[in-house]
C-alpha cells in the first residue's frame, strides 16, 4: 500500500470558498435549453415548460450561479429575439453549432427558471457581432426600473421588476478563429474596457468577466491576458479561463494527470493578472473566472456527422464514465486549492451537453461525474487550509502527478474539516494520515467513496446507478492523528466534526 501525509494548521489559510466556484453553464446548444431544462410537451414540465425532474437534480447539486446563453452561441445571438410574444419570436440560423434556433426559450425564461433552480444568473454579451450599445440595451432591459425605452418593453413583457442581475461575461472565447467576430487582443481589449465602462454607467454595481484565452495551448496564450488587461484593467473584475480534458490515447494516469496541467494554468494566469496590476501600479486584484471546465471528447466523432440546420440534435451529448468521474474530482480540487484566486467557476455544462445530468422523453438521470460536483458544492464550504501534501509522484505528460489529489477545508462556524481527496493510483490502495492535534475532539463522521473495478463503467438511462457513492470508506481518528484508506483509483469525501 502506498502511503502520504497531508500536514495541516489551522492559521495557514489559503483562503474562503466562494460558492460560485460551484457555478455551471446552461448554452443554447444541443438539447441543453430544448428538451434539457425546457419541454413544454413533456409530462415533466411544470406550467411554464420548464422540467421538473431536471430542477428536482439540478437542487440537488446545489448550483450557485448559471451562465447563459453561450458559449460560441451568444456571440451572434441577438437576445431582443427571446422576448415578448413567443408566437412572435423568429427562428434564426445559429451560426456557432450549425442549428435553427426557435427562440421560444430566451432571457426572461432564464431568469424565470433560475428561480426555481435556487441558483444566480451569469449573463454573457455578444461581443462577437455586436458591441457596447447592445450590451447596454440589454443591460438596461435587465436592471434598471422602468421609464426608458428598454426597462418599459420589459414591464411590456410581463416582469415588472428588474432582474438585477450582477454578473456579466464580455463576450465569449473571443480569441478563438472559431468564434464569430474574434478579434486580436488589442481590439478585444479596446471594445471590452469601453463596454465595461458603458455598462458601469448603466448600472455600476455589475462584476464584469474579461474573456481570457480559449484554453492553454491557444497560440496567443499569455500576450492574450496581458494585453487585453492592460486594455481593460480598471473596468473588470475577473479575467475567464476555459479547458476541456480527454482521454483520447486510452492512457488513463496520464490523463487523470490533467489536472496537473489545469494547476499551472491557475497560477501562471493569476501570475499574468499581478503583472498588469503591477505595472499600473493597480489597487486592485483581478481575479479568476473559471467559466467552462470539464472532460469533453467522448462525443466529438458523432458530432462530426450530425445533419446540419436542425433543431435541438444531440450534440455534444458525451456520455461520462468513471474515470471522467475520477478527474472532474480532481479538477474540483485544483480549484478549491486555488480558492484565493478562483471566485467563480462554471462545470460545462448542466443538461445533455456534457454535463452531469442527461434527459429523455421519460426521464432524466445522473451521470457519474454528478456526484463529485455534488459532493463539493454541498460540503465543501469554508476555508481552505494551506496544507503541505507529501504523496508519491508519476511521471506524466503533465510533469510529475502525485499519485493523491487532495484539499482540506475547515468550517469553523459547523466546527467540521472535509478532505477530498483522489487516489490516482490504477493499482494499489493508499494509506494517508494527517496530524489533527490542533482539531482536539475532531472524530470521522462519514467517509464517502466513489470507486468502480471498471474505469468505463457508465450510468445511462437503463442503468442510471451503475457508479454511485457509497458511505463506507474506512478512516479514524486516533492519539490526534487521522488514518485514512483510500481504494485504488478512488474519489473520497471524509467528514471529520467534533
Ligand atoms: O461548452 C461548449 C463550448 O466550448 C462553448 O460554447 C465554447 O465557449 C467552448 O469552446
Redesign the pocket.
Known amino acids: 500500500m502506498k502511503k502520504a501525509e497531508i500536514v495541516v494548521d489551522k492559521s495557514f489559510l489559503t483562503g474562503e470558498v466562494d460558492r460560485r466556484i460551484y457555478g455551471s453553464?446552461i448554452?443554447h446548444?444541443g438539447r441543453a435549453v430544448y428538451q434539457g431544462i425546457y419541454q413544454p410537451d413533456s409530462p415533466f414540465a411544470d406550467e411554464q415548460g420548464f422540467r421538473k425532474d431536471v430542477l428536482k437534480l439540478i437542487r440537488e447539486l446545489n448550483v450557485p450561479v448559471v451562465r447563459y446563453p453561450?458559449?460560441?452561441?451568444v456571440s451572434g445571438y441577438h437576445w431582443e429575439d427571446g422576448v415578448g410574444p413567443k408566437e412572435k419570436r423568429p427562428s434564426k440560423l445559429d451560426l456557432?453549432w450549425c442549428v435553427i434556433e426557435n427562440n421560444q426559450f430566451g432571457l426572461n425564461e432564464f431568469v424565470d427558471w433560475a428561480k426555481k433552480a435556487d441558483t444566480e444568473v451569469m449573463m454573457a454579451v455578444n461581443l462577437g457581432t455586436r458591441g457596447a450599445e447592445d450590451a447596454k440595451n440589454v443591460l438596461e432591459y435587465c436592471n434598471i426600473k422602468g421609464g426608458t425605452y428598454y426597462s418599459d418593453l420589459r414591464r411590456e413583457h410581463g416582469y415588472e421588476a428588474p432582474h438585477n442581475i450582477k454578473l456579466w461575461c464580455l463576450g465569449?472565447?473571443m480569441d478563438?478563429p472559431?468564434q464569430m467576430g474574434h478579434k486580436t487582443a488589442d481590439e478585444y481589449g479596446r471594445l471590452a474596457e469601453e463596454t465595461g465602462r458603458i455598462m458601469r454607467m448603466v448600472d455600476p454595481s455589475v462584476e464584469l468577466v474579461a474573456c481570457g484565452s480559449?484554453y492553454l495551448d491557444m497560440p496567443t496564450f499569455g500576450t492574450w491576458e496581458a494585453t487585453v488587461l492592460d486594455h481593460c484593467y480598471d473596468q473588470v473584475d475577473y479575467l475567464s479561463l476555459?479547458q476541456?480534458y480527454g482521454n483520447r490515447d486510452g492512457n488513463t494516469p496520464d490523463f487523470l494527470a490533467s489536472s496537473v496541467g489545469m494547476d499551472e494554468f491557475i497560477s501562471s494566469v493569476v501570475s499574468i493578472c499581478d503583472y498588469v496590476k503591477a505595472k499600473k501600479h493597480g489597487k486592485k486584484k483581478i481575479n479568476l473566472s473559471f467559466d467552462?471546465w470539464n472532460v469533453?471528447y467522448h462525443s466529438n466523432e458523432a458530432d462530426k456527422k450530425l445533419e446540419k440546420w436542425v433543431q435541438a440534435p444531440h450534440q455534444?451529448e458525451d456520455v461520462y464514465n468513471f474515470e471522467d468521474a475520477l478527474l472532474v474530482g480532481s479538477m474540483l480540487i485544483t480549484l478549491l486549492r486555488h480558492a484565493d484566486r478562483v471566485k467563480i467557476a462554471c462545470l460545462?455544462?448542466l443538461v445533455n451537453?456534457?454535463a452531469p445530468i442527461m434527459t429523455s422523453d421519460t426521464g432524466a438521470w445522473r451521470q457519474t461525474i454528478f456526484y463529485p460536483y455534488m459532493h463539493a458544492s454541498t460540503m465543501g464550504v469554508g476555508t481552505v487550509l494551506n496544507t503541505i501534501v507529501k504523496a508519491p509522484v508519476y511521471a506524466s505528460s503533465f510533469g510529475d502527478a502525485p499519485y493523491l489529489d487532495s484539499v482540506v477545508i475547515m468550517n469553523e462556524e459547523n466546527e467540521t474539516l472535509t478532505i477530498f481527496a483522489v487516489n490516482k493510483d490504477l493499482e494499489e490502495d493508499m494509506e494517508v494520515t494527517c496530524d489533527l492535534r490542533q482539531f482536539a475532539g475532531y472524530h470521522v463522521a462519514e467517509h464517502i467513496v466513489m470507486t468502480h473495478d471498471d474505469m468505463k463503467a457508465e450510468n445511462t438511462e437503463a442503468n442510471p446507478d451503475t457508479v454511485v457513492p457509497h458511505t463506507g470508506g474506512i478512516s479514524k481518528v486516533e492519539n490526534g492523528r487521522l488514518c485514512a484508506v483510500l481504494g485504488r483509483h478512488s474519489w473520497n469525501v471524509i467528514r471529520l466534526t467534533k
Open positions: 453553464f448554452e446548444l453561450g458559449g460560441n452561441f456557432a465569449n472565447e478563438g472559431w480559449s476555459h476541456y467552462e469533453w455534444l460545462a455544462q451537453v456534457i
